[in-house]
């Protein structure tokens, strides 16, 4: 059964792809359900249907409340009259004022019948702000939504974010994951993109709480553009890749075939329990798996360092050398990620990664991290990545600032450019740098 919303993303048209990979449990959870085509075409016995959209999981409630007598209620905005522009834009600032739920959720309906090319897309102040589709006549969805009404009666809705969502799941549970897509171009502004709400960064975090879920016991499937970085990303996956038609674009000659892809993570209980500390190393270790996607993609060799140093002749001029030592400002050994080197760009600078989920000690570091790339490491310019949501807002801000002042420097170190960025500011980087 086709979804009675036309969404951006609906799985409808890839649904065969999904079932072939979905296993069988006794729950179904979606943290990313938009449309729901994957509720609407698998048999569960029971859905937990998760958005981060308010109006979307009110409306779904709505109607499971309500069925047939909602249904009727929201015919009346499917009229010949409805389907004009100044109605249109009636309705709209309704929507967007009234705190009636039950209207509200039926002109949630209306304009995505309406509105253009069945967006949904809010302003700052977070009102919908969809311009008039002008289409011929809007298609009603009653057959559509009496099977939903019928089959919600075996789900829960609710508003969450889907880290919460995932960190909840339970024994029984199968997790499929459709979060908005990485961009399918290399050349892609990913700052632009991390302004939908849902960063790089994020779609990293996804991916690592998908393999803590399959260390659970827990089956999970990712949906995904067929990138580099996804690639990357789902290293602990099985990948299933296929070619989509697009359905929603603004430019109706550029809905060409797309790839994309199933990422499914197996089961995969772990032998014996695991530290804080070595969930965080493992995080990290994505992080730093993401680095090496990307710059592999630019036309970067990946080589550890010590195998590089035995002879340097043997490799190409263009290299990401990793675990790179030095001497700290305690004259300890110490140890850097990365050292990316290249004749072409005429660079060499040291990339340090700090990937932090939870409250820890990362906070502490900042201060020691921050004095050895202004004394300790060699190289002048110096990347530090910092992302997980973990460290304090505080701390990564003062790290920010210090490094911008050039703070603690000496005549011999004031020279040195210290960057530190977040996930998704370092992709935009190598976008922007590495043409």
Same mark, same amino acid.
């Given at each position: ?65 309500e069925g047939p007598a909602f ?174 038609r697009r359905t929603i674009s ?10 994309? &892809?199933? %990422? $499914?993570?197996?089961?995969?209980? !772990? ?6 500390? =070595?969930?965080? +190393? @493992?995080? *990290? ?85 921050? &004095?050895? %790339? $202004?004394?300790?490491?060699?190289? !002048? ?6 992302? =997980?949501?973990? +460290? @304090?807002? *505080? ?23 210290i960057s530190v960025m977040n ?13």
């Amino acid at each position: 059964m086709k979804p009675f919303l036309k969404w951006a993303g609906n799985k409808y048209r890839i649904i065969e792809h999904i079932k072939k990979v979905l296993p069988k449990g006794k729950r179904l959870v979606e943290p990313f359900v938009g449309a729901a085509a994957v509720f609407l075409n698998t048999d569960y016995d029971s859905y937990l249907l998760t958005d981060n959209n308010a109006d979307l999981i009110q409306l779904f409630q709505v109607l499971q409340r309500e069925g047939p007598a909602f249904i009727e209620f929201a015919r009346a905005f499917f009229t010949p009259e409805s389907n004009q522009e100044a109605i249109y834009y009636q309705n709209r600032t309704l929507f967007n004022q009234t705190t009636d739920l039950r209207l509200k959720s039926a002109l949630f309906l209306y304009m995505n019948k309406h509105g253009y090319n069945g967006l949904c897309r809010y302003n700052q102040q977070g009102e919908f702000n969809v311009p008039f589709g002008r289409h011929t006549q809007a298609y009603f969805p009653e057959e559509e939504m009496l099977f939903f009404y019928e089959k919600a009666q075996r789900a829960e809705f609710a508003t969450a974010d889907f880290v919460a969502v995932m960190e909840n799941g339970r024994s029984g549970d199968i997790f499929y994951c459709d979060p908005p897509y990485v961009p399918l171009s290399e050349t892609a502004n990913f700052t632009s993109y991390s302004s939908d709400k849902f960063t790089l960064a994020q779609q990293a975090q996804l991916a690592q709480l998908a393999v803590k879920l399959s260390e659970r016991g827990i089956p999970v499937i990712l949906s995904n553009h067929d990138t580099p970085f996804t690639r990357q990303s789902y290293t602990e996956a099985e990948i299933h890749a296929f070619p989509v038609r697009r359905t929603i674009s603004r430019n109706g000659s550029k809905r060409g075939k797309a790839k994309e &892809l199933l %990422a $499914v993570f197996t089961p995969k209980p !772990k032998k014996s329990s695991q530290s804080s500390g =070595g969930w965080a +190393a @493992k995080s *990290g270790n994505t992080l730093e798996k993401t680095v090496i996607g990307t710059l592999s993609s630019k036309g970067f060799e990946t080589v550890m360092y010590r195998q590089w140093q035995k002879d340097p002749d043997q490799y190409g001029s263009e290299l990401l050398l990793r675990n790179v030592p030095y001497t700290t400002i305690y004259g300890h050994p110490g140890n850097t990620e990365f050292l990316l080197r290249s004749s072409h760009y005429r660079l060499e600078l040291r990339i340090e990664c700090k990937w932090q989920q939870s409250a820890g000690s990362v906070d502490e570091k900042f201060p020691y991290l921050y &004095l050895n %790339a $202004v004394e300790a490491m060699p190289e !002048k310019e110096i990347i530090i990545i910092v992302d =997980g949501g973990g +460290a @304090k807002p *505080g701390a990564v801000q003062w790290l920010r600032q210090t490094s911008h002042a050039n703070r603690y420097r000496n005549p011999n170190t004031l020279g040195k450019q210290i960057s530190v960025m977040n996930l998704t500011e370092f992709l935009a980087w190598a976008n922007k740098t590495f043409r």
